[in-house]
């Protein structure tokens, strides 16, 4: 499966002019290589222009959900759709979507974790629902947004059901980039499954984000890093049967005693 990942500079409220550099980025660096799957990052509409979200909100993601269908369409080509502010009743959630190449909505997933460091629970609405997998190409895979990271047990739950890829869209500040590198690296390790990050570069009001997106293998060797300044694609391939190897050589999962595990913490 290859992937591309699109380490965007976004432009702070200006869903438009994203829409444009989004396009613009398929045309020019994806098309003749066409990969099978390409990934956008957290909030990619809107940045993190909080105080004016209501503003610039899609209405029922619809504005951003239809574009992302006719570029999967006309490129051939599986996305995952990074996250968008979206106005549902009133209320602005930070939801992800992922569609496949036939312009179809696979999954969508409104952001469980708010991240008070960026006063995102003012202003954002939480999610209800935690991760599911979903299936690209057959292969069974996770979304997660950002904060989330630092939750591993959203992301146990996936990899008990099969996942062997997660995703994280992200806008992640440089301030905290080490536990951005160390927990993905962690994750792909103690659940067996490849880490696909996008995360976003630039400054917007005084937080710097740091790039750094990673592809990080089962083992937990880092397949591809971006910079932490520039905007950039990175394209790898990965073999998502290494899984099934590393499964059987470290059996993790079939050490497990879940009885003696309290639930619900
Ligand atoms: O957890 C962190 O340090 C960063 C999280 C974040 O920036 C986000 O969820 O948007």
Redesign the pocket.
């Known amino acids: 499966m290859k992937i591309s990942i699109y380490q965007m500079e976004i432009v702070p409220g200006n869903p438009l002019e994203n829409f444009k550099k989004v396009e613009e980025w398929l045309e020019k660096e994806i098309k003749s290589s066409a990969p099978d799957v390409i990934v956008l990052p957290?909030m990619w509409t809107t940045s993190y222009t909080l105080e004016d979200i209501h503003i610039h909100a899609d209405d029922n993601g619809k504005a951003t959900v239809a574009f992302l269908q006719s570029l999967a369409k006309t490129f051939n080509i599986n996305i995952i759709g990074g996250s968008f502010a979206n106005k549902v009743d009133g209320k602005v959630y930070n939801t992800a979507v992922v569609i496949n190449r036939q312009g179809e909505v696979v999954y969508q997933y409104d952001k469980v974790h708010l991240?008070p460091?960026?006063n995102?629970p003012e202003y954002l609405t939480g999610g209800q629902k935690a991760p599911e997998v979903f299936e690209l190409d057959g292969i069974k895979m996770g979304l997660i947004?950002?904060?989330d990271?630092?939750f591993s047990e959203i992301i146990r739950p996936l990899a008990l059901e099969g996942a062997e890829v997660l995703f994280i869209v992200?806008?992640?500040?440089i301030a905290?980039l080490k536990?951005w590198k160390n927990i993905q690296i962690t994750r792909a390790i103690e659940n067996q499954m490849f880490v696909v990050s996008c995360n976003n570069v630039g400054t917007y009001k005084e937080v710097t984000y740091g790039g750094s997106s990673m592809v990080v293998n089962p083992w937990g060797d880092t397949l591809i890093e971006g910079s932490t300044t520039e905007e950039e694609t990175l394209t790898t391939s990965i073999k998502v049967e290494e899984t099934v190897v590393i499964r059987e050589n470290v059996p993790v999962f079939t050490s497990r005693v879940p009885h003696l595990y309290k639930q619900g913490l």
């Open positions: 957290e991240v460091m960026l995102e947004i950002c904060y990271l630092r992200a806008e992640w500040p905290r536990h």
